[in-house]
T-cell receptor
Framework: DADVTQTPRNRITKTGKRIMLECSQT?????MYWYRQDPGLGLRLIYY???????NKGEISDGYSVSRQAQAKFSLSLESAIPNQTALYFC???????????FGPGTRLTVT | GEDVEQSLFLSVREGDSSVINCTYT??????LYWYKQEPGAGLQLLTY?????DMKQDQRLTVLLNKKDKHLSLRIADTQTGDSAIYFC?????????????FGTGTRLLVSP
């Protein structure tokens, strides 16, 4: 089984809809991250959490919110989706003493 | 702010060497990383180098670090078609409190038979 899983893997939604992307990990890591990937822009950090009670904005948090339901779960919400949020979204985890990040397989989100 | 820069695309023939270049932003970054993204998959750590090193070799991979110029490169010897992927360099800058990875734009490597 994969260590970092994301659901759904693909999603098409309409402008204005609320959508939640979920991430679960079995690595026992404290730190979790949400990134979006756009062609030619690399990965940009949306939010990150260093433990269950710690939530921090990344460089592009506008239009997004997150919830750290448990050590193993970190969800990303788009309250009112817009077309420029069409992207590939990745969740990642890392241990407290390591900067190596482990990535999920990604969620491809299309907002029409 | 400054970006971690990479060329977007590199094409090589199977058996040749590939060199992927990266210019990073913060000379105080302690670790620098190369991640590989295969089609339809997430990123996977390929290798990393500590900032007090100028070279690291790991089988077919050679990482070179020039701290003065803030330049990082990844050389893949005897490139295979299975090496076709997007390669990202990443740093952990001081202005993030050394807490967050900042990724480059990614270089798409295409290996032709």
């Amino acid at each position: 089984d994969a260590d970092v899983t994301q659901t759904p893997r693909n999603r098409i939604t309409k402008t204005g809809k609320r959508i939640m992307l979920e991430c679960s990990q079995t690595k026992g890591h404290d730190r979790m991250y949400w990134y979006r990937q756009d062609p030619g822009l690399g990965l940009r950090l949306i939010y990150y959490s260093f433990d269950v009670k710690d939530i921090n904005k990344g460089e592009i948090s506008d239009g997004y919110s997150v919830s750290r339901q448990a050590q193993a779960k970190f969800s990303l919400s788009l309250e009112s989706a817009i077309p420029n949020q069409t992207a590939l979204y990745f969740c990642a985890t890392s241990g407290q003493d390591s900067y190596e990040q482990y990535f999920g397989p990604g969620t491809r989100l299309t907002v029409t | 702010g400054e970006d971690v820069e990479q060329s977007l695309f590199l094409s090589v023939r199977e058996g040749d060497s590939s060199v992927i270049n990266c210019t990073y932003t913060d000379s105080s970054s302690t670790y620098l990383y190369w991640y590989k993204q295969e089609p339809g998959a997430g990123l996977q750590l390929l290798t990393y180098i500590f900032s007090n090193m100028d070279m690291k070799q790991d089988q077919r991979l050679t990482v070179l670090l020039n701290k003065k110029d803030k330049h990082l490169s990844l050389r893949i010897a005897d490139t295979q078609t299975g090496d076709s992927a997007i390669y990202f360099c990443a740093e952990i800058p001081q202005n993030t409190g050394f807490q967050k990875l900042v990724f480059g734009t990614g270089t798409r490597l295409l290996v032709s038979p």
